[in-house]
């Protein structure tokens, strides 16, 4: 079992930085088997929405086209978290943001019912 905290979520105004990071509970995240960490996120009234990805055990990384070139998704080794370094917010990246931990890593990436874990989320707000 694999508990996800996010933190770092907040109030920011449009072209403004966030960094959000993502801790295992009480354990280093090389402790479980992990395919996959990543993030999604979720506005009112709308699916939950992949956001970015990496493997875990080689450090490939994947994008929604909608942040692409915006976010950058990393692994902080020392502090033993996985980071969102948002840039460039809008509005429209408005929304509850969700760590989430993949098993086995397998099948399409952007795919919520591929992750098994999940975070409590954590709250971005985009001021215009």
């Known amino acids: 079992q694999v508990q996800l905290v996010e933190s770092g979520g907040g109030l920011v105004q449009a072209g403004g930085p966030l960094k959000l990071s993502c801790a295992a509970s009480g354990r280093t995240f090389s402790t479980y088997a992990i395919g996959w960490l990543g993030w999604f996120r979720q506005a009112p009234g709308k699916r939950r929405e992949f956001v970015a990805n990496?493997?875990?055990?080689?450090?490939?990384?994947h994008y929604a086209d909608s942040v692409k070139g915006r976010f950058t998704i990393a692994r902080d080794s020392a502090k033993n978290t996985l980071d969102l370094q948002m840039n460039s917010l809008k509005p429209e990246d408005t929304a509850v943001y969700y760590c989430?931990?993949?098993?086995?890593?397998?099948?399409?990436?952007?795919?919520?019912?591929?992750?098994?874990?999940w975070g409590q989320g954590t709250q971005v707000t985009v001021s215009a």
């Open positions: 989430a931990a993949a098993s086995y890593g397998r099948g399409p990436v952007a795919d919520p019912a591929m992750y098994n874990f």
């Open positions: 990496t493997v875990w055990s080689v450090g490939n990384t």
